[in-house]
Protein backbone atom coordinates (compact mmCIF):
# COMPACT_ATOMS: atom_id res chain seq x y z
CA UNK A 1 0.00 0.00 0.00
CA UNK A 2 1.13 3.28 -1.06
CA UNK A 3 1.66 6.32 1.82
CA UNK A 4 -1.16 8.29 0.28
CA UNK A 5 -3.11 5.56 0.83
CA UNK A 6 -2.41 4.51 4.02
CA UNK A 7 -2.73 8.29 5.20
CA UNK A 8 -5.72 8.94 3.08
CA UNK A 9 -7.33 5.24 5.17
CA UNK A 10 -6.02 6.33 8.44
CA UNK A 11 -7.55 10.00 8.21
CA UNK A 12 -11.10 8.38 7.01
CA UNK A 13 -10.95 6.08 10.19
CA UNK A 14 -10.39 9.03 12.62
CA UNK A 15 -13.05 11.00 10.65
CA UNK A 16 -15.60 8.18 10.90
CA UNK A 17 -15.32 7.90 14.56
CA UNK A 18 -15.79 11.56 15.41
CA UNK A 19 -19.15 11.35 13.03
CA UNK A 20 -20.63 9.02 15.32
CA UNK A 21 -20.11 11.04 18.16
CA UNK A 22 -21.84 13.81 16.81
CA UNK A 23 -24.74 11.52 15.01
CA UNK A 24 -28.19 13.06 15.27
CA UNK A 25 -26.44 16.50 14.84
CA UNK A 26 -27.53 16.53 11.22
CA UNK A 27 -31.13 16.38 9.59
CA UNK A 28 -30.21 13.61 6.79
CA UNK A 29 -33.41 13.82 4.47
CA UNK A 30 -35.63 10.96 4.02
CA UNK A 31 -36.09 9.57 0.77
CA UNK A 32 -39.67 11.24 -0.77
CA UNK A 33 -42.44 9.09 -0.86
CA UNK A 34 -43.57 8.93 -3.86
CA UNK A 35 -39.75 9.01 -5.27
CA UNK A 36 -39.57 10.46 -8.65
CA UNK A 37 -35.66 9.03 -10.38
CA UNK A 38 -34.20 10.72 -13.00
CA UNK A 39 -31.70 9.64 -14.82
CA UNK A 40 -28.56 10.00 -15.73
CA UNK A 41 -28.45 12.01 -12.79
CA UNK A 42 -29.53 9.57 -10.42
CA UNK A 43 -26.83 7.35 -11.31
CA UNK A 44 -24.71 10.03 -10.07
CA UNK A 45 -24.23 10.71 -6.42
CA UNK A 46 -26.44 12.65 -4.10
CA UNK A 47 -24.10 13.98 -1.16
CA UNK A 48 -26.96 15.63 1.10
CA UNK A 49 -27.92 11.74 1.85
CA UNK A 50 -26.19 10.08 4.76
CA UNK A 51 -25.49 6.78 3.01
CA UNK A 52 -24.67 5.79 -0.70
CA UNK A 53 -23.38 2.83 -2.36
CA UNK A 54 -22.36 1.61 -5.99
CA UNK A 55 -21.94 -2.73 -6.02
CA UNK A 56 -20.90 -4.70 -8.83
CA UNK A 57 -20.70 -8.37 -8.10
CA UNK A 58 -20.48 -10.71 -10.50
CA UNK A 59 -19.09 -14.27 -11.89
CA UNK A 60 -15.79 -14.42 -14.12
CA UNK A 61 -14.65 -17.15 -16.37
CA UNK A 62 -10.98 -17.05 -17.93
CA UNK A 63 -9.27 -18.83 -21.08
CA UNK A 64 -8.63 -22.14 -19.11
CA UNK A 65 -12.15 -22.34 -17.73
CA UNK A 66 -11.87 -21.12 -14.21
CA UNK A 67 -14.47 -19.72 -12.59
CA UNK A 68 -13.80 -16.57 -10.11
CA UNK A 69 -16.21 -14.47 -8.34
CA UNK A 70 -15.17 -10.18 -8.43
CA UNK A 71 -16.85 -7.54 -5.99
CA UNK A 72 -16.36 -3.96 -6.65
CA UNK A 73 -17.90 -1.46 -3.87
CA UNK A 74 -17.76 2.57 -3.74
CA UNK A 75 -19.53 3.73 -0.66
CA UNK A 76 -20.22 7.46 0.12
CA UNK A 77 -20.91 8.97 3.80
CA UNK A 78 -21.93 12.34 5.20
CA UNK A 79 -20.52 11.97 7.92
CA UNK A 80 -22.19 15.27 9.74
CA UNK A 81 -18.75 17.14 11.05
CA UNK A 82 -17.99 20.72 10.38
CA UNK A 83 -20.71 21.30 8.04
CA UNK A 84 -20.36 24.90 8.75
CA UNK A 85 -17.16 25.29 8.23
CA UNK A 86 -15.60 27.32 5.14
CA UNK A 87 -12.09 24.98 5.56
CA UNK A 88 -11.41 22.94 2.49
CA UNK A 89 -10.11 20.72 5.02
CA UNK A 90 -13.72 20.44 6.27
CA UNK A 91 -14.94 16.36 5.63
CA UNK A 92 -18.16 16.72 4.37
CA UNK A 93 -18.00 13.50 2.75
CA UNK A 94 -16.10 10.49 2.83
CA UNK A 95 -15.59 7.81 0.28
CA UNK A 96 -14.56 4.21 0.95
CA UNK A 97 -13.98 1.36 -2.06
CA UNK A 98 -13.46 -2.52 -1.19
CA UNK A 99 -12.46 -4.85 -3.96
CA UNK A 100 -12.16 -8.78 -4.16
CA UNK A 101 -11.80 -12.07 -5.59
CA UNK A 102 -13.41 -15.42 -4.96
CA UNK A 103 -10.98 -17.64 -6.15
CA UNK A 104 -11.40 -21.18 -5.13
CA UNK A 105 -7.77 -22.13 -5.88
CA UNK A 106 -6.64 -19.94 -3.20
CA UNK A 107 -9.41 -20.97 -0.88
CA UNK A 108 -10.25 -17.93 0.83
CA UNK A 109 -10.90 -14.43 -0.39
CA UNK A 110 -8.58 -11.62 -1.92
CA UNK A 111 -9.62 -8.44 -1.10
CA UNK A 112 -8.40 -5.24 -0.44
CA UNK A 113 -9.72 -1.36 0.62
CA UNK A 114 -9.48 2.42 0.41
CA UNK A 115 -10.74 5.33 1.98
CA UNK A 116 -10.09 8.79 1.27
CA UNK A 117 -11.99 12.19 2.25
CA UNK A 118 -13.59 13.77 -0.53
CA UNK A 119 -11.31 16.22 -2.27
CA UNK A 120 -7.85 17.43 -2.58
CA UNK A 121 -7.78 14.69 -5.33
CA UNK A 122 -7.87 12.12 -3.29
CA UNK A 123 -11.48 11.05 -3.65
CA UNK A 124 -14.64 11.79 -5.70
CA UNK A 125 -18.00 10.87 -6.32
CA UNK A 126 -19.61 13.15 -9.43
CA UNK A 127 -23.11 14.08 -9.02
CA UNK A 128 -23.72 13.89 -12.20
CA UNK A 129 -23.40 10.30 -13.35
CA UNK A 130 -21.46 7.31 -12.04
CA UNK A 131 -18.33 8.34 -11.77
CA UNK A 132 -16.12 7.69 -8.67
CA UNK A 133 -12.65 6.89 -7.31
CA UNK A 134 -10.56 6.68 -4.29
CA UNK A 135 -6.91 7.12 -5.14
CA UNK A 136 -6.38 4.94 -8.07
CA UNK A 137 -9.18 3.02 -7.69
CA UNK A 138 -12.12 3.94 -10.38
CA UNK A 139 -15.63 2.99 -11.10
CA UNK A 140 -17.55 5.01 -13.92
CA UNK A 141 -20.43 5.23 -16.64
CA UNK A 142 -19.42 5.81 -20.05
CA UNK A 143 -22.49 5.25 -22.65
CA UNK A 144 -23.96 1.95 -22.23
CA UNK A 145 -20.77 0.48 -20.21
CA UNK A 146 -18.98 1.24 -17.00
CA UNK A 147 -15.45 0.51 -16.14
CA UNK A 148 -13.60 -0.25 -12.90
CA UNK A 149 -9.83 -0.59 -12.35
CA UNK A 150 -8.35 -1.25 -9.30
CA UNK A 151 -4.79 -1.98 -8.49
CA UNK A 152 -5.00 -4.18 -5.31
CA UNK A 153 -1.90 -5.31 -3.13
CA UNK A 154 -2.55 -8.95 -4.26
CA UNK A 155 -4.76 -8.93 -7.28
CA UNK A 156 -5.62 -5.93 -10.20
CA UNK A 157 -8.96 -5.59 -12.14
CA UNK A 158 -9.89 -4.40 -15.63
CA UNK A 159 -13.39 -4.37 -16.43
CA UNK A 160 -16.21 -3.74 -18.52
CA UNK A 161 -19.26 -3.96 -17.66
CA UNK A 162 -22.20 -4.02 -20.54
CA UNK A 163 -25.14 -2.89 -20.12
CA UNK A 164 -28.01 -5.46 -21.44
CA UNK A 165 -31.21 -4.97 -20.03
CA UNK A 166 -33.39 -2.25 -18.23
CA UNK A 167 -32.50 -1.14 -15.27
CA UNK A 168 -34.58 -2.91 -12.53
CA UNK A 169 -36.16 -0.32 -10.06
CA UNK A 170 -36.62 -2.39 -6.88
CA UNK A 171 -39.84 -1.08 -4.21
CA UNK A 172 -42.31 1.52 -5.46
CA UNK A 173 -40.95 2.63 -8.49
CA UNK A 174 -37.53 2.59 -6.45
CA UNK A 175 -38.47 3.78 -3.31
CA UNK A 176 -37.68 0.53 -1.33
CA UNK A 177 -38.94 -0.31 2.30
CA UNK A 178 -36.15 -1.60 4.85
CA UNK A 179 -38.68 -1.35 8.22
CA UNK A 180 -42.14 -1.19 9.40
CA UNK A 181 -41.60 3.03 9.96
CA UNK A 182 -42.55 4.78 6.72
CA UNK A 183 -38.91 6.72 6.63
CA UNK A 184 -37.07 3.19 6.66
CA UNK A 185 -36.33 3.15 2.82
CA UNK A 186 -33.89 3.44 0.58
CA UNK A 187 -33.33 4.73 -3.30
CA UNK A 188 -32.30 1.22 -4.79
CA UNK A 189 -32.13 0.26 -8.31
CA UNK A 190 -30.12 -2.53 -9.87
CA UNK A 191 -28.46 -3.44 -13.26
CA UNK A 192 -28.50 -7.35 -13.62
CA UNK A 193 -27.19 -9.17 -16.57
CA UNK A 194 -24.12 -6.90 -17.08
CA UNK A 195 -21.74 -8.79 -19.36
CA UNK A 196 -18.21 -8.59 -18.26
CA UNK A 197 -15.53 -8.13 -20.51
CA UNK A 198 -11.74 -7.32 -19.25
CA UNK A 199 -8.78 -8.71 -17.21
CA UNK A 200 -7.79 -10.06 -13.80
CA UNK A 201 -4.41 -10.10 -12.69
CA UNK A 202 -3.48 -12.13 -9.77
CA UNK A 203 -0.64 -14.69 -8.86
CA UNK A 204 1.56 -12.80 -11.41
CA UNK A 205 -0.58 -13.56 -14.85
CA UNK A 206 -3.12 -11.51 -16.74
CA UNK A 207 -6.14 -13.55 -17.42
CA UNK A 208 -9.04 -12.40 -20.08
CA UNK A 209 -12.16 -12.80 -18.45
CA UNK A 210 -16.24 -12.67 -19.19
CA UNK A 211 -19.01 -12.93 -17.13
CA UNK A 212 -22.01 -12.12 -16.03
CA UNK A 213 -22.00 -9.33 -13.23
CA UNK A 214 -25.10 -7.53 -10.91
CA UNK A 215 -25.09 -3.93 -10.25
CA UNK A 216 -26.56 -2.14 -6.98
CA UNK A 217 -26.99 1.63 -7.06
CA UNK A 218 -28.38 2.87 -2.94
CA UNK A 219 -28.87 5.69 -1.52
CA UNK A 220 -30.41 6.26 2.15
CA UNK A 221 -30.17 8.28 5.15
CA UNK A 222 -32.30 5.16 6.85
CA UNK A 223 -31.34 2.29 5.80
CA UNK A 224 -31.79 0.25 8.82
CA UNK A 225 -34.82 -0.59 11.58
CA UNK A 226 -33.65 0.98 14.65
CA UNK A 227 -33.86 -2.83 15.63
CA UNK A 228 -31.92 -4.15 13.08
CA UNK A 229 -28.62 -6.16 13.30
CA UNK A 230 -27.98 -6.83 10.04
CA UNK A 231 -29.35 -8.03 6.54
CA UNK A 232 -28.88 -11.09 4.64
CA UNK A 233 -29.26 -10.30 0.55
CA UNK A 234 -29.18 -11.78 -2.84
CA UNK A 235 -28.49 -10.65 -6.83
CA UNK A 236 -28.94 -13.57 -8.85
CA UNK A 237 -29.24 -12.77 -12.71
CA UNK A 238 -31.31 -15.64 -13.63
CA UNK A 239 -30.49 -18.51 -16.54
CA UNK A 240 -32.97 -17.96 -18.39
CA UNK A 241 -32.78 -13.98 -18.57
CA UNK A 242 -34.85 -13.14 -15.72
CA UNK A 243 -33.23 -11.00 -12.63
CA UNK A 244 -33.90 -12.00 -8.61
CA UNK A 245 -33.23 -9.64 -6.03
CA UNK A 246 -34.18 -10.73 -2.28
CA UNK A 247 -32.69 -9.23 1.70
CA UNK A 248 -33.88 -9.44 4.93
CA UNK A 249 -33.18 -7.28 7.62
CA UNK A 250 -32.47 -8.85 11.26
CA UNK A 251 -33.75 -7.81 14.46
CA UNK A 252 -32.05 -9.04 18.01
CA UNK A 253 -33.01 -12.75 18.19
CA UNK A 254 -32.12 -13.14 14.55
CA UNK A 255 -35.38 -13.45 12.91
CA UNK A 256 -36.73 -11.01 10.43
CA UNK A 257 -37.81 -7.50 10.83
CA UNK A 258 -38.96 -6.52 7.45
CA UNK A 259 -38.36 -8.45 4.07
CA UNK A 260 -38.75 -7.92 0.24
CA UNK A 261 -37.77 -8.90 -3.28
CA UNK A 262 -38.17 -8.34 -6.88
CA UNK A 263 -38.07 -10.82 -9.72
CA UNK A 264 -38.50 -10.21 -13.01
CA UNK A 265 -38.87 -13.13 -15.44
CA UNK A 266 -37.51 -14.19 -18.79
CA UNK A 267 -40.46 -12.35 -20.70
CA UNK A 268 -39.51 -8.69 -18.59
CA UNK A 269 -42.33 -8.75 -16.41
CA UNK A 270 -41.34 -7.64 -13.01
CA UNK A 271 -42.95 -8.60 -9.53
CA UNK A 272 -42.56 -6.95 -6.35
CA UNK A 273 -42.91 -8.80 -2.99
CA UNK A 274 -43.68 -8.02 0.31
CA UNK A 275 -42.21 -8.41 3.73
CA UNK A 276 -44.99 -11.36 4.59
CA UNK A 277 -43.71 -13.09 0.95
CA UNK A 278 -39.97 -13.10 1.28
CA UNK A 279 -38.52 -15.90 3.80
CA UNK A 280 -34.97 -16.76 4.44
CA UNK A 281 -34.37 -19.98 5.96
CA UNK A 282 -30.63 -20.40 6.80
CA UNK A 283 -28.51 -23.79 6.59
CA UNK A 284 -25.13 -25.34 7.14
CA UNK A 285 -22.88 -22.59 9.04
CA UNK A 286 -19.18 -21.55 8.35
CA UNK A 287 -17.04 -20.50 11.02
CA UNK A 288 -14.29 -18.05 10.07
CA UNK A 289 -10.54 -18.85 11.58
CA UNK A 290 -9.85 -15.04 11.93
CA UNK A 291 -12.66 -13.40 13.61
CA UNK A 292 -14.76 -16.42 15.19
CA UNK A 293 -17.62 -15.17 13.46
CA UNK A 294 -20.07 -17.94 12.06
CA UNK A 295 -22.01 -17.16 9.38
CA UNK A 296 -24.72 -19.22 7.48
CA UNK A 297 -23.56 -19.96 3.98
CA UNK A 298 -26.77 -22.21 2.72
CA UNK A 299 -29.84 -20.46 2.76
CA UNK A 300 -33.65 -21.94 1.46
CA UNK A 301 -35.22 -18.43 0.32
CA UNK A 302 -39.00 -18.70 -0.58
CA UNK A 303 -40.29 -16.06 -2.40
CA UNK A 304 -44.02 -16.19 -3.06
CA UNK A 305 -44.64 -19.65 -4.37
CA UNK A 306 -40.69 -19.92 -5.55
CA UNK A 307 -38.29 -21.93 -3.25
CA UNK A 308 -35.02 -21.79 -4.24
CA UNK A 309 -31.45 -23.54 -2.79
CA UNK A 310 -28.01 -20.76 -2.59
CA UNK A 311 -24.67 -22.74 -1.91
CA UNK A 312 -21.34 -21.31 -1.90
CA UNK A 313 -18.56 -21.54 -4.70
CA UNK A 314 -16.41 -21.54 -1.54
CA UNK A 315 -17.25 -21.00 2.42
CA UNK A 316 -14.70 -18.63 3.40
CA UNK A 317 -15.65 -15.50 1.56
CA UNK A 318 -15.69 -13.40 4.75
CA UNK A 319 -14.12 -9.66 4.10
CA UNK A 320 -12.51 -7.69 6.88
CA UNK A 321 -13.42 -3.98 6.35
CA UNK A 322 -12.78 -2.64 9.89
CA UNK A 323 -9.96 -0.26 8.52
CA UNK A 324 -12.41 1.22 6.17
CA UNK A 325 -15.96 1.38 7.02
CA UNK A 326 -15.43 -0.60 10.29
CA UNK A 327 -17.73 -3.77 9.96
CA UNK A 328 -16.71 -7.47 9.22
CA UNK A 329 -19.27 -9.19 6.44
CA UNK A 330 -19.18 -12.15 4.13
CA UNK A 331 -19.80 -11.30 0.74
CA UNK A 332 -19.90 -14.52 -1.54
CA UNK A 333 -20.58 -15.81 -4.82
CA UNK A 334 -23.49 -18.90 -4.68
CA UNK A 335 -25.25 -21.17 -7.08
CA UNK A 336 -29.26 -20.87 -7.09
CA UNK A 337 -30.75 -23.82 -7.52
CA UNK A 338 -34.51 -24.57 -7.83
CA UNK A 339 -35.26 -28.30 -7.81
CA UNK A 340 -32.25 -29.79 -8.12
CA UNK A 341 -31.60 -27.48 -11.49
CA UNK A 342 -29.50 -24.50 -11.31
CA UNK A 343 -31.24 -21.47 -11.98
CA UNK A 344 -28.15 -18.38 -11.71
CA UNK A 345 -24.78 -17.84 -10.21
CA UNK A 346 -25.05 -14.69 -8.12
CA UNK A 347 -23.32 -12.84 -5.03
CA UNK A 348 -25.25 -13.61 -1.08
CA UNK A 349 -24.10 -10.86 1.19
CA UNK A 350 -24.38 -11.57 5.21
CA UNK A 351 -24.12 -8.33 7.60
CA UNK A 352 -24.50 -7.95 11.29
CA UNK A 353 -23.25 -11.62 12.45
CA UNK A 354 -20.36 -10.57 14.15
CA UNK A 355 -21.82 -7.46 15.65
CA UNK A 356 -25.12 -5.48 15.09
CA UNK A 357 -24.17 -3.51 11.90
CA UNK A 358 -23.62 0.33 12.37
CA UNK A 359 -23.75 2.58 9.33
Known amino acids: MNRRAWLARAMAAALAGRAAAVAGAVAWPAIPDPLSLAFPRDHGSHP ?92 ALDGERYRTRVDAREFALDLGFAITQPLLLHGERGRSRKGPRPDEASAYYSRPHLAIEGAI ?11 RAWLDHEWSSEYLARDATGWDWIGVPLDDGGALMAFRIRDREGLALWAGATWRDAAGATRTFGAREVEFLPGRRWRSPRTGIAYPVEFEITVGDRRLVLAPLMDDQELDARASVGIVYWEGAVFASEGGRTLGRGYLELTGYGAPLKL
Open 48 to 139: EYRTEWWYVTGWTRDDAGVDRGVQVTFFRSRPGVAEASTSAFAPRELLFAHAAIADPARGRLVHDQRAARAGFGLAQASTLTTDVRVDDWTF
Open 201 to 211: AIDGRRRPVRG
